[in-house]
């Protein structure tokens, strides 16, 4: 049931790059229309919407979720100018000193603070100055589509508050995850790890068309587990989704891949894809620095963001990522629960 369920959040990623589907919701019939476009058998396409179906019904049912500080969400420690509460803060400073004001100003600027404002006093916990955007409240469910940025009634929050990323402990307890060390490493804005030697399957991403190169992308690494290798085998999805971005000395994409790790029931010895265009790949270890969020922002801008603060923060502590390389993981299903996104840049002593 877990690995449909993880499964069938993948297909969302793969159709949400401009259009937003929601798998199993109203939009249920576009991604049945693809599992078919695609050459699955009626009968796996019937059991992936069923699983999906009581598999969203569970999570509707399930309590709210334990509330967790902001440092054990992430992993680390951010860095204080990088919170969301003191970037505003500063940036209200600094329209305050050049503004001009008047005395109509000050009633427009009330104004716009209360409609701003959503914080309650109970929303702060730990001196986390940030929002947690999943704390309950009435009419509040695990399973409900939130996005980063919209309150759970649908409308926009004006202040677009940012989302607490789903602790990896967590998610690394529902499915497996590639295995991974934690390094104690100094700094804040970023968690340092060892990612340990593995397989790893692996396919391009047509960069030309970035849309359709990451659909074709995902839907051959998404066969390979679901039988298209020379066993015929049904491999179990696991997390993260990998997207490694290389970059030219101009720092622009030149190239991309899309990676899965293969699950440890056939780490070992993993059955051979019959699409050439699909490999597996030994990865060594590699120290990699990472920065999660949550939220469901998919922007290349709030991307951008991420790295920026990334690199200031490896910066601060004087370590030198590879410049060559970035990648971007998905660890959870878009929409429904707490979201886990990470960017990440790999030392560059592991290269």
């Known amino acids: 049931m877990l690995r449909l369920l993880t499964v069938c959040g993948l297909l969302t990623i793969a159709l949400s790059l401009e259009v937003d589907f929601d798998f199993g919701g109203n939009d ?47 992993g680390y420690d951010d860095c204080e100018e990088f919170k969301w509460s003191r970037r505003k803060d500063s940036e209200r400073k600094q329209d305050w000193e050049k503004k001009d004001w008047k005395e109509e100003d000050w009633a427009d600027n009330n104004k716009d603070w209360a409609d701003n404002a959503v914080v309650d006093d109970d929303d702060l916990k730990d001196d986390d100055n940030e929002v947690d955007q999943y704390k309950s409240y009435k009419g509040y469910r695990k399973g409900y589509r939130g996005k ?23 998610i690394c307890a529902e499915i497996e995850c590639a295995p991974f060390e934690k390094l104690n490493i100094s700094g804040c804005g970023f968690e340092a790890r060892r990612v340990l030697s ?56 030149e190239g991309a891949q899309m990676a899965f790790y293969i699950s440890s029931a056939f780490q070992a010895n993993p059955p051979t894809p019959t699409d050439d265009k699909v490999f597996v790949e030994p990865w060594d270890d590699a120290i990699t ?25 490896l910066a601060k502590e004087k370590i030198t990522p590879y410049p060559k390389m970035s990648i971007t993981a998905g660890y959870t299903r878009p929409g429904w629960g707490r979201q886990r996104k990470e960017v990440m840049l790999v030392d560059d002593g592991s290269m």
Not at 221 to 237: E, H, P, S, T, V
């Open 198 to 253: 593995a397989n790893w399957t692996v396919t391009s991403i047509d960069t030309s068309n970035m849309r359709r190169g990451y659909q074709e992308a995902f839907w051959r690494l998404f066969k390979y587990i679901q039988g298209a290798n020379d066993r015929g085998a049904k491999i179990a999805m696991t997390a993260p989704v990998i997207n490694r971005w290389f970059l030219d000395e101009n720092f622009q994409i």
């Open 28 to 74: 249920e019939s576009a991604i049945e229309s693809q599992l078919r476009e695609q050459g699955f058998s009626e009968e796996d396409i019937k059991l992936m919407l069923q699983e999906d179906r009581d598999d969203r019904e569970e999570m509707d049912n399930e309590e709210e979720e334990e509330y967790f500080s902001w440092e054990l969400a992430r």
């Open 148 to 170: 980063h940025g919209y309150g759970l009634d649908g409308k926009k929050k004006k202040g677009n508050c940012p989302a607490k990323p789903k602790p990896l402990s967590e």
């Open 289 to 313: 620095y990472d920065r999660a969020f949550g939220g469901n922002r998919d922007d290349p801008e709030y991307y951008k963001k991420q790295f920026t603060m990334l690199w200031k923060g």
